[in-house]
């Protein structure tokens, strides 16, 4: 008795899912790309600092703004002094040390800073780091 061999077709490469998986990756990180983005607000223009070092940044971290005159905005939204410290406080019920980053305005004076940061600590935010630019001419 002869027996006919079926052998089965070599298994192709299916190229649809793997262009699925590329396009997947590619919108998150253009997404991600826009939401580092948003945080900075383009109305603060940094002091510059020759002995600074570039902090690698956390996924958690919270970028507060404050302009010239004191207004503080935090994902392009304004915050009262009242509403930052009642979001700090959310954020620090959720994250005991929850990472802050404070963007003054080099021209900001001082008593708003330290408005910022008393409300940041009122709420319980201990992890302060605060942003500066590079000088021109200095190689980041």
């Known amino acids: 008795m002869k027996f006919n061999k079926h052998t089965a077709p070599p298994a192709g490469f299916q190229l649809a899912p793997m262009i699925d998986i590329i396009f997947l990756l590619l919108a998150f990180f253009i997404v991600t790309y826009q939401m580092t983005d948003d945080e900075k607000d383009v109305e603060v223009q940094l002091p510059t600092a020759e002995e ?3 902090n690698p940044r956390s996924h958690l971290e919270k970028v507060i703004n404050i302009r010239e005159d004191g207004t503080v905005i ?3 939204k304004v ?9 700090m406080a959310n954020l620090v019920r959720v994250n005991k040390s929850q990472p802050v980053r404070l ?8 008593k708003y800073i330290v408005q910022v940061l ?3 600590k009122k709420a319980g935010v201990w992890n302060v780091s605060f ?3 590079v000088p021109k001419g200095k190689p980041h």
Request: net charge negative; aromatic share 6%; hydrophobic share 20%.
């Open 52 to 54: 600074g070092q570039a």
């Open 118 to 120: 008393d409300r940041c």
């Open 74 to 76: 935090i994902d392009k």
């Open 131 to 133: 942003a500066t630019g």
């Open 103 to 110: 963007r003054g305005d080099g021209r900001t004076e001082y």
């Open 79 to 87: 915050y009262t002094l009242d509403e930052l410290q009642v979001k």
